[in-house]
DNA sequence: TTGAAAGCGCTAACAA
DNA sequence: TTGTTAGCGCTTTCAA
């Protein structure tokens, strides 16, 4: 069922139905009327492909994430969601696991289908090729050039952990360091890193990857190697959850023990036992404050700054111990 | 850039350069090399959108999901994501939220995109909406008639759970019961009701939402209301959770003086202290297996059936007391 | 105020 | 083996 159909019910010209369906130009009232009934009898909905071929733009908005199952990006993912919604723009998702092809693929394949902007959260596509896609990219939780952007400050989120930690009187302190060629993950502990050694204090680290069952054999190794660690940062909540449960089963206490604290905020850390201390990211505003950024750069609106940081804050619960305050 | 420039490149007809990308009919070789290094020198990429339009069909797939924020979702998505990207479909992703007319205005919009094809857990969207849009369409953890479906048992799921608990010897159960809208939470309550009912214990319930906040207010209400439960069968791995911390705030042992078991499985049940014993759905799979069972509808394959229903089975963690067996 | 016609980029039928 | 042409459903000149 087409625009012609509508027509030919109202008795009028496909271009009228056009003119009404987009208020555009000259209509005459009573044509209106006859046009919209004719489009509520049908049951009428425009073909948004048609339109999107000829306009030679889209409804339609791209979404790279490194992986939707880490519980970090679907809070990010549904602040993008809810913005576009709103706006009447729809979604295009794709997981890009790290992994260049795949990033490079959903990045291509999404331009394919005319998408109208990309938001991208991509650890291997380089400045080069984002700029030569020739179209609105909001770069979120990542970094490339002078690239349009929306992050937390990680740097100074990084300081943050290191100085509570001080505070709270660790003289052993264990970095575990994620993937350095995350960025955010690279610049939260290069911040933590910073503060530590100007302190009068031992600083252990060890690697691990960002995910559940990764972080669970690092923790192991993570006791058996410091095990006089009195302090864990930990690259994010789930390694940080990881560890903490691991500290548990060794009989460690925590905080008395060990004190943790994790990077993110996302839910899981309130709902442990006990709960997560944790460098709070406004996740979900940073998704939507990137998909409001995008919109404006595709109406061409002027963007007050092609970055937005937010800051991050402390979050205190249950794993590190209460300073008087 | 287009199909007419290639041709041009390559001293051929747009017709020609469609062939050649699509092996359709006859070309000669060496005007195929001719076109595929017009292609590779311009880097060109076919329009879908023009492609789409034309054959009245695309490479997209829409996929509606209540929420991906819940952790239960995101890992069903990529079980469906995976499976459509290794067939060179991508995905248009919604969050219905539960609501009628986010769901249907995801659907139309969808169609009116010409996705070839739609992925719904949807609950407020009836069998004549759905089928009306004369569009293949697999429910997913959701049933709705005979609409071809992909889900677990959640009745020998909800059994399983009430069984477990009575062989660990609990005497009073509580059930936390989710919106009884959501058919696979109402079909695991009243599974476990049954068996519980048939059993000689005391049987509580008590409402929940299936949210993390939700849960930790309702939490409280069950430990007051029901002091003296020794078994809590909870509608969901987050509800259990926040249970569980519950517990362990008001001094209960668990599994000691209360056994918990969640539903579905999701990672973080692993990671809580003591890790949560629940019932196991394959979140994955049935993403997966629902994205299979839609390209099949697709392309015309004969379905085996129209629904494919996993088996639950229970994972034993800290939350139940061990057996012997 | 309205309609006819062209064209967005592609593919398929038909002709050469 | 290749090119010409029409048309997918829409919007937008341009003419009436």
């Given at each position: 069922m087409?625009?012609?159909?509508?027509?030919?019910?109202?008795?009028?010209?496909?271009?009228?139905?056009?003119?009404?369906?987009n208020?555009?130009?000259?209509?005459?009232?009573d044509?209106?009327?006859?046009?919209?009934?004719?489009?509520k009898?049908l049951?009428?909905?425009?073909?948004?492909?048609?339109?999107?071929?000829?306009?030679?733009?889209s409804?339609l908005?791209?979404l790279?994430?490194?992986?939707?199952?880490?519980?970090?990006?679907?809070?990010?993912?549904?602040?993008?969601?809810?913005?576009?919604?709103?706006?009447?723009?729809?979604?295009?998702?794709?997981?890009?696991?790290?992994?260049?092809?795949?990033?490079?693929?959903?990045?291509?394949?999404?331009v394919?289908?005319?998408?109208?902007?990309?938001?991208?959260?991509?650890?291997?596509?380089?400045?080069?090729?984002?700029?030569?896609?020739?179209?609105?990219?909001?770069?979120?939780?990542?970094?490339?050039?002078?690239?349009?952007?929306v992050?937390?400050?990680?740097?100074?989120?990084?300081?943050?952990?290191?100085?509570?930690?001080?505070?709270?009187?660790?003289?052993?302190?264990?970095?575990?360091?994620?993937?350095?060629?995350?960025?955010?993950?690279?610049?939260?502990?290069?911040?933590?890193?910073?503060?530590?050694?100007?302190?009068?204090?031992?600083?252990?680290?060890?690697?691990?990857?960002?995910?559940?069952?990764?972080?669970?054999?690092?923790?192991?190794?993570?006791?058996?190697?410091?095990?006089?660690?009195?302090?864990?940062?930990?690259?994010?909540?789930?390694?940080?959850?990881?560890?903490?449960?691991?500290?548990?089963r060794?009989?460690?206490?925590?905080?008395?023990?060990?004190?943790?604290?994790g990077?993110?905020d996302?839910?899981?850390?309130?709902?442990?036992?006990?709960?997560?201390?944790?460098?709070?990211?406004?996740?979900?505003?940073?998704?939507?404050?990137?998909?409001?950024?995008?919109l404006?750069?595709?109406?061409?609106?002027?963007?007050?700054?092609?970055?937005?940081?937010?800051?991050?804050?402390?979050?205190?619960?249950?794993?590190?111990?209460?300073?008087?305050?």
């Amino acid at each position: 069922m087409s625009i012609r159909d509508v027509a030919k019910e109202a008795g009028v010209s496909p271009a009228t139905v056009s003119r009404v369906l987009n208020n555009s130009g000259y209509v005459h009232e009573d044509t209106r009327k006859a046009v919209l009934q004719a489009v509520k009898k049908l049951n009428y909905k425009p073909n948004e492909v048609a339109r999107s071929l000829y306009k030679g733009k889209s409804k339609l908005i791209g979404l790279v994430l490194p992986d939707i199952t880490n519980p970090f990006f679907p809070e990010l993912a549904r602040g993008v969601e809810d913005y576009l919604q709103k706006k009447g723009y729809r979604l295009l998702l794709g997981n890009g696991d790290g992994k260049q092809q795949k990033e490079i693929d959903y990045l291509d394949t999404f331009v394919q289908h005319n998408v109208v902007g990309i938001i991208a959260s991509v650890d291997n596509v380089d400045y080069d090729f984002l700029s030569n896609m020739n179209i609105p990219i909001v770069m979120l939780d990542r970094i490339v050039k002078d690239l349009p952007a929306v992050y937390s400050d990680q740097f100074q989120g990084g300081s943050l952990a290191a100085e509570k930690l001080l505070e709270r009187g660790c003289k052993e302190i264990t970095l575990v360091r994620g993937p350095m060629n995350i960025h955010p993950v690279y610049e939260r502990f290069q911040a933590s890193l910073a503060v530590l050694q100007e302190a009068n204090v031992k600083v252990n680290k060890i690697d691990s990857n960002l995910s559940f069952n990764g972080a669970k054999s690092r923790a192991k190794e993570l006791f058996e190697k410091y095990p006089d660690s009195d302090g864990i940062i930990a690259c994010n909540d789930i390694v940080a959850v990881a560890t903490l449960h691991e500290a548990l089963r060794r009989g460690r206490k925590v905080p008395e023990d060990v004190q943790i604290i994790g990077f993110d905020d996302i839910s899981i850390s309130e709902l442990v036992y006990p709960s997560l201390s944790t460098i709070h990211q406004p996740i979900y505003q940073m998704g939507s404050k990137a998909a409001e950024l995008l919109l404006k750069e595709i109406h061409n609106e002027k963007l007050d700054s092609k970055r937005y940081k937010f800051s991050c804050s402390f979050v205190e619960r249950e794993t590190t111990k209460k300073v008087g305050d």
